[in-house]
């Protein structure tokens, strides 16, 4: 299912990667992929500062948080709902909101069953980033997802031993 996923455009990544092959610094990436989020956000999505900070303390977006050898990625609403589901209440509408994939926000509107390994496909959108970034395997795990009924998406990204 991770080879399904839409893929983070490589042509964003090929800056970051050039900095961690010359440094070998997987920090520096880390810290680059953050910026590169917060500026999709203020720039292209046109978010208030306020809104920025609230998006980036829940630890949303692409560059996750570092906890070791190990990114926990929690997935930002669709773009296109973020705002609506930031203020949504009623844990069903969130859900359906929050979720990217147009199948799964479908099955949750009619409670349609689909298996949770289908959300593999969006952990296979970390997958990508990080392994064009660093130019080798990473694994992923899907630790919560909307499909399963919890309110975000959280992908565990499992680095090398040695970064």
Known sequence: MTG???QYPKSA??????EYEQTRDIDLAHKMLQEQFESFLKNTLDLDDQLVDE?????????????ENTIIATKTPKSGHLVECMKETDPEKKRQYYCHCPRVRDAL???ETI???YCYCGAGFYKGILEEILQE?????VLES????????????HLASDL
Request: aromatic share 2%; net charge neutral; hydrophobic share 40%.
């Open 146 to 157: 909307v499909l399963q009924g919890d309110e975000v998406c959280k992908i565990a990204v």
């Open 55 to 67: 998006i980036v303390e829940r630890g949303w977006g692409l560059a996750g948080v570092r906890e």
């Open 137 to 141: 395997p990473v694994a992923v795990e």
């Open 115 to 117: 298996s949770p390994t």
């Open 109 to 111: 509107r009619t409670s």
């Open 4 to 6: 399904c996923a839409c």
């Open 13 to 18: 990544l090929q800056e970051i990667r050039r």
